[in-house]
Nanobody
Framework: QVQLVESGGGLVQPGGSLRLSCAAS????????MGWYRQVSGKERELVAR???????NYQDSVKGRFTVSRDNAKNTVYLQMNSLKQEDTAVYYC???????????WGQGTQVTVSS
């Protein structure tokens, strides 16, 4: 089992920045992916950005150049730096940890990000 604790999120004006953090604990193995998904009510959860334990990254096209995912493997923590936020970035953001060997996904509790003037 892997437990994920998220922090960050909140209300920000368009063009502003926010940083999300997610700390993992428990039975963490490599290789793995850690990253962020988001979900708007009535829509499917979608990948925002993720980073593998080897350093490889994946980004949703709409956030490329604005969001940066990073991780501190010593702390089992993943971050999402979100700049130039837009109203369409408003969603509940979920931290994700994927164990590659088992293909099992673990999820955080979710944190609300609201971009509004």
């Amino acid at each position: 089992q892997v437990q994920l604790v998220e922090s960050g999120g909140g209300l920000v004006q368009p063009g502003g920045s926010l940083r999300l953090s997610c700390a993992a604990s428990g039975s963490i193995r490599t290789p793995n992916f850690m990253g962020w998904y988001r979900q708007v009510s009535g829509k499917e959860r979608e990948l925002v950005a993720r980073m593998g334990s080897s350093g490889a990254t994946n980004y949703q096209d709409s956030v490329k150049g604005r969001f940066t995912v990073s991780r501190d493997n010593a702390k089992n923590t993943v971050y999402l730096q979100m700049n130039s936020l837009k109203q369409e970035d408003t969603a509940v953001y979920y931290c994700n940890h994927k164990d590659i060997l088992s293909s099992r996904n673990y999820w955080g509790q979710g944190t609300q990000v609201t971009v509004s003037s």
